[in-house]
């Protein structure tokens, strides 16, 4: 059984898809906190198994000896590390075939303060003496596109990256990435650096973002205080303003960039390039 966690999560909901493109429904399991709202998935077949990161009992029931399991990082940042270790603790109680956890692109070395937990959770992987393969995903190209909506009511990118160039990708090309990974043999021991073909700057995604509506669209480099300040007068709230903040000063570094095309290569198509994004955010507004 391929065992997906936070399976009713945005990029959990899309690595069923893609594993639904190569095998059956019955050879895949939803991990969900809240079984109740996994009733979509039920009716595809697909089974579903409680697994809450904060009630270890829940964990224990949720694996089985031989599964494939994909950890998808929690999105509580600051409290990631003790969740993913109580999933570490659950999938080497059960003798897991594999597991597979969605870490950071170049979290060894990377600048970002969002690397810490996922280094360490890399580290406790390691220690685990499981079958591990680890998923560095890059930026989403998502993570960008979902304020198109305050860049076309102001005509500005903004952000804190100044000229740090963006290897981002589709969320789906990650989730197809991980569906290939979980298919696939002899992936103990494997690390991917995972990051979209072509990389940008935001300047240039301002650029592309004002050739699509025919109209100037321009990119305002913050301070990284500054830039925090305006997302949390958006509504943000402070732990995710910070986060955003931090990792635009990480991509100035060079920590969002990697040229090593292991993504596509990987999931045998070129990446969802940046152009197509922007037009589908552009549709959804």
């Known amino acids: 059984m391929i ?52 009630r270890p009992e829940t964990l224990a029931k949720s694996f089985a000896p031989g599964d494939k399991v994909l950890l998808i990082s929690s999105s509580e940042v600051g409290r990631r590390l003790p969740q993913h270790q109580a999933v ?14 969605t870490s950071l692109l170049h979290a060894d070395t990377s600048p970002l303060p ?22 560095r995903n890059g930026w989403y190209s998502e993570n960008y596109l979902a304020g198109i909506a305050a860049v076309l009511a102001h005509g500005a990118v903004l952000g804190s990256a100044g000229n740090g160039r963006i290897a981002s990708a589709a969320r789906t090309d990650y989730a197809e990435a991980a569906a290939a990974v979980l298919t696939a043999d002899n992936q103990a021991g ?10 940008y700057t935001l300047s240039e995604l301002a650029g592309e ?20 300040a305006v997302l949390v007068g958006a509504g943000l709230p402070d732990a995710v ?27 045998g198509r070129p990446t969802t390039p940046l152009a197509e994004s922007v037009r589908a955010a552009l549709r959804q507004d």
Not at 27 to 42: S, T, Y
Not at 190 to 199: N, P, V
């Open 3 to 54: 065992v997906i966690t936070g399976a009713t999560g945005q990029l959990g909901q899309l690595v069923i898809e893609h594993l639904l493109k190569r095998v059956p429904a019955s050879e895949i399991a939803a991990a969900v906190r809240n079984p109740d709202k996994a009733g979509a998935l039920a009716a595809r077949g697909i089974a579903i198994r409680e697994a809450d990161y904060d």
């Open 88 to 101: 570490i603790a659950a999938a080497r109680q059960a003798g897991v075939a594999l597991l597979a956890y």
């Open 114 to 135: 969002l690397a810490a937990e996922h280094k360490a959770t890399e580290a406790a992987l390691q220690a685990s003496g499981l079958p591990v393969a680890i998923l």
């Open 190 to 199: 494997r690390i991917y650096e995972l990051a979209g073909d072509t990389a």
């Open 209 to 228: 973002i004002a050739t699509q509506i025919d109209r100037p669209i321009i990119y305002r480099d913050l301070p990284a205080a500054d830039y925090q």
């Open 241 to 267: 303003a910070t986060l955003l903040a931090e990792s635009d000063t990480g991509a100035a570094q060079g920590g969002l960039f990697d040229d090593s095309h292991q993504l596509s290569q990987l999931i």
